[in-house]
């Protein structure tokens, strides 16, 4: 098993652009989330999603959209980006809900917005 | 909304020595998990604490969930160089929360030989 795969590793976007984060993963985890990471703030959750067709909003969901079509893939969209997006974002994958059941991690994206 | 408070930000140990992390959360958290995080790597879970006054080794690792289950320690025994990372707790809150984790902010350990 690849576990969660995310692509780009790293991206540099210029202000005002916009594009799409990938994740999959497929250990058939119904549970996905994405999280940004920022110095000296831990990881905050931007969107998650408890299975196909169904996402909502985590702590941070303003600038970001997701849609989940199937059980393996949760894109996560930046509409216009902005300077205040430059984060690492990680992709995560649960069996179950996040605070019931061990989450795996990508190994992230490195976004720069100038 | 929830807030998980992480203490001390860096720890900076000599390879022997013992470390702890500290969690609190502003609410009761129905369970709570702790990740680490190598330098350039993602989160990898260690543990999850549920029951109220909890305790679970892992190795040299100690993991205690209070009583209150409003606060969690990770101690370290002998520290040694491949523990080096950041370590993070994170909380359920359940209720309006459920399915969501709210990490704290991390504990970045580094270890001199």
């Known amino acids: 098993n690849a576990g969660v795969t995310q692509t780009p590793k790293f991206q540099v976007l210029k202000t005002g652009q916009s594009m799409t984060l990938q994740c999959a993963q497929d250990?058939?985890?119904?549970?996905m989330s994405w999280y940004r990471q920022d110095p000296g703030m831990g990881l905050r959750l931007i969107h998650y999603s408890v299975g196909a067709g169904i996402t909502d909003q985590g702590e941070v969901p303003n600038g970001y959209n997701v849609s989940r079509s199937t059980t393996e893939d949760f894109p996560l969209r930046l509409l216009s980006a902005a300077p205040s997006q430059t984060s690492v974002y990680f992709c995560?994958?649960?069996?179950?809900?996040?605070?019931?059941?061990?989450?795996?991690f990508g190994p992230g994206t490195r976004l720069t917005v100038t | 909304g929830q807030q998980v408070m992480q203490i001390p930000q860096y720890q900076h140990v000599q390879e022997g020595e013992d470390f702890t992390t500290y969690c609190n959360s502003s609410?009761?958290?129905?369970?709570i998990q702790w990740y680490k995080q190598r330098p350039g790597g993602h989160p990898v879970f260690l543990i999850q604490l549920v029951k109220s006054g909890e305790v679970k080794k892992q190795k040299r690792l100690t993991f205690q969930f209070g009583e209150a289950k409003k606060n969690s320690s990770l101690h370290i025994t002998a520290t040694q160089t491949t523990d080096v990372g950041t370590y993070f707790c994170?909380?359920?809150?359940?209720?309006?929360?459920?399915?969501?984790?709210?990490f704290g902010q991390g504990t970045i350990l580094t270890v001199h030989p």
């Open positions: 609410t009761t958290l129905s369970n």
């Open positions: 994170a909380g359920n809150a359940g209720g309006t929360s459920y399915g969501k984790l709210t």
């Open positions: 250990m058939n985890h119904e549970y």
């Open positions: 995560a994958s649960s069996l179950g809900p996040a605070g019931d059941y061990e989450q795996y």
